[in-house]
């Protein structure tokens, strides 16, 4: 069992900067494959990016290729989403989720422990 809890959200011009926190539970941090995805409103929730097990492998959506950075300190149970140059189309409320697996996928049914979301917000 994992748990997991997103912070670090909120409200920031376009053009801003914010980092995401994503703090897990359970001693088996480092086995999992995490990712990030996100939930505009009146959308379906989209894959933002993931990282393998020991950090070395990241993918990333295209709209947020170049400006998003995902990684992980398995020493912290934490991941990050750092992001850049923030776009009005970048609001919505963002996941943490935990996957099992050494292969990144991008469908959410490949991973199995969700949190509850932090809201991030960009305006024009």
């Known amino acids: 069992q994992v748990q997991l809890v997103e912070s670090g959200g909120g409200l920031v011009q376009a053009g801003g900067s914010l980092r995401l926190s994503c703090a897990a539970s359970?001693?088996?941090?480092?086995?999992?494959?995490m990712g990030w995805f996100r939930q505009a409103p009146g959308k379906e929730r989209e894959f933002v990016a993931a990282?393998?097990?020991?950090?070395?492998?990241?993918f990333y959506a295209d709209s947020v290729k170049g400006r998003f950075t995902i990684s992980r300190d398995n020493a912290k149970n934490t991941v990050y989403l750092q992001m850049n140059r923030l776009k009005p189309e970048d609001t919505a409320v963002y996941y943490c989720?935990?996957?099992?697996?050494?292969?990144?996928?991008?469908?959410?049914?490949?991973?199995?422990?969700w949190g509850q979301g932090t809201q991030v917000t960009v305006s024009s």
């Open positions: 989720a935990a996957g099992s697996g050494i292969i990144i996928r991008v469908g959410q049914t490949a991973y199995a422990y």
């Open positions: 359970g001693r088996t941090f480092s086995r999992y494959t």
């Open positions: 990282i393998s097990w020991t950090g070395g492998d990241t």
